[in-house]
């Protein structure tokens, strides 16, 4: 059991032109093995959100909450992937992964067991002892996956991490990724702006509103598990692609009339 | 990547069947970022130095004069002569062991202060201000003072390599550490690492190649400044050696011993680069 709340969080940053609100009232809950989705216009603070989650900002009101437990820094219950894959370029594929188990001090023979399997897990086989720069993006993004998993965090927090990559090798991400969370069941946060990959990856979606960003809607994706790529061709998913759509269309208009407004 | 063309145009450009690889030699040389083959690059880098030898000879010959034009093999004699009977190896014992030295302490000093001002806010607050500041007085200008001060010994010339080097490498050390990105460091602490493991075991190794590099670079300023302070003032070096060539009008040697000065540098250079590749093989090549 372990589950991720978010108790009135509220976030705001002092600038020279004023105070910034970033969010704004966000309580929400992601159950046990959840995989949720926030999506939302660019600048709505959906990676605030997931900073705040980590405990990596502190945020300026409300709370975060794992399993009851009040998460005010970072650590290794909930393990971060980042759109920059943020790889160590001095070690090897294999002790990147085994990154977190070496900080926590487990023995050598045991860290090579889990990066080993990891390895094979997320198709790195032959590059263990390869360097970070041999890798494509999509490699180096399944090394930090694997980084994160190797910990057995009780939550995964996923900051666009498929941002960067070419839509081909995004599409495969998502299935291995899909394929991950039907093994290992993790509380999944997951922040994107592809519609089509929140839907296909999410129990839930969170549609976040313009700054400052709030919860708009709550949709449950209520497609079949385990999800393949065929579905994305359903009139299901189509019929959700257009509700969630909608929603980021008119907030998108809002951003671009506020921006419009200030300048 | 030999082919920046657009391939449509460069089939529209030219006739079908003969001739289908042969291009123009301007738009296979003068391209702009365009690669050339590896022969050329080697031979046009032995070229200029074959060109800069040749004028000089030329210039000689029409000059006639060993004051104002000695020929390349005057030189050539003169710095074997140099180092067989001049104990010129000696003189550059003594700039070495003060480079080093200099450096060393320069180095050991300005290293961890950067890293602790690009890390540290209250650090960099601090210190900021007055290595900006200082780093603009040029290292030579501080020699009349330091002589006036400490006198003409070994300490003096340290003390100028170290105020040419300890301020810039400082801030350069400075700029590289706050350049690590955050997300790397924030990652290590969802991994469970403590502040002290996220500094020694990420940001300590996520600087190193970079440090060096300044390393190398500072490393040629160190050579100005003390060839600078050993004219003014010493003893033994090649500076002093350069001071005492003019006083007796030998021009001659004095080329010699500014080549010799680049052959050092050249040499320190060639040797901080392998050290780099051979402890940091995983830095992605930018291209060299």
């Known amino acids: ?263 | 990547m030999s082919e920046r063309v657009p391939v449509t145009q460069a089939a529209l450009a030219r006739p079908p069947g003969g001739q289908r690889r042969r291009r123009g030699l301007l738009r296979t040389y003068l391209t702009p970022k365009q690669a050339i083959p590896r022969r050329i690059v080697f031979g046009l880098g032995i070229g200029s130095f074959v060109v800069i030898l040749a004028s000089w000879s030329l210039a000689s010959v029409l000059i006639n004069s060993d004051l104002f034009a000695p020929s390349p093999a005057r030189v050539w004699t003169s710095w074997v002569d140099m180092i067989l009977h001049r104990s010129f190896l000696s003189d550059v014992g003594w700039s070495s062991f003060r480079i080093i030295g200099g450096f060393l302490i320069a180095a050991v000093m300005a290293v961890p202060l950067g890293l602790l001002m690009g890390s540290f806010e209250v650090v960099r607050s601090f210190f900021q201000p007055p290595i900006n500041f200082i780093r603009y007085m040029p290292a030579s200008a501080f020699i009349p003072l330091l002589i006036l001060l400490i006198g003409l010994d070994e300490n003096e010339k340290l003390i100028v390599i170290w105020i040419g080097v300890f301020f810039q490498l400082v801030l350069m050390v400075m700029d590289i550490a706050h350049r690590v990105p955050d997300e790397m460091l924030n990652v290590a602490y969802t991994l469970g690492a403590s502040r002290w493991k996220v500094f020694y075991k990420v940001f300590l190794p996520a600087t190193f190649p970079e440090v060096v590099d300044a390393l190398r670079i500072t490393m040629g300023w160190a050579w100005t400044y003390l060839i600078v302070a050993e004219i003014v003032s010493a003893e033994r070096g090649i500076g002093s050696f350069i001071l005492v060539s003019e006083r007796y009008l030998r021009s001659d040697r004095i080329i010699a011993a500014i080549i010799t000065i680049g052959i050092l540098g050249l040499i320190t250079d060639a040797v901080i680069a392998a050290i780099h590749r051979r402890a940091f093989p995983y830095v992605e090549k930018v291209h060299a």
């Open chain 1, 1 to 263: 059991m372990s589950e991720i709340r978010f108790v009135d969080v509220a976030m705001r940053f002092p600038t020279r032109r004023g105070e910034v609100r970033a969010l704004e009232q966000i309580s929400l809950t992601v159950p046990d093995g959840q995989f949720a989705c926030i999506v939302g216009p660019s600048g709505c603070g959906k990676s605030t959100l997931l900073n705040v989650a980590a405990g990596l900002v502190t945020p300026t009101e409300g709370e975060v909450l794992v399993d009851g437990k009040l998460a005010d820094s970072p650590g290794p219950d909930r393990g971060m992937v980042f759109q920059s894959y943020s790889l160590y370029p001095w070690l090897s594929v294999q002790r990147n992964i085994e990154f977190g188990l070496e900080v926590k001090g487990t023995p050598k023979p045991e860290r090579t067991r889990q990066s080993s399997e990891l390895i094979r897990l997320m198709k790195l086989d032959g590059f263990a002892e390869a360097y970070p720069k041999a890798l494509s993006g999509g490699m180096k993004q399944r090394v930090a996956i694997a980084r994160a998993l190797a910990n057995d965090p009780q939550v995964l927090l996923m900051d666009e991490p498929f941002g960067a990559l070419d839509a081909l090798t995004r599409q495969i991400m998502q299935e291995l990724l899909t394929d991950l969370w039907q093994r290992y069941r993790k509380t999944v946060l997951f922040v994107t702006h592809d519609i089509d990959e929140a839907i296909f990856l999410g129990d839930v979606i969170y549609i976040m509103t313009n700054r400052p960003g709030r919860i708009r809607t709550t949709l449950a994706v209520d497609l079949p598990r385990p999800r393949t790529f065929d579905m994305v061709g359903g009139s299901r998913f189509a019929e959700l692609r257009s509700q969630v759509v909608g929603v980021i269309h008119e907030e998108s208009m809002k951003a671009v009339e506020s921006e419009l407004a200030r300048a």
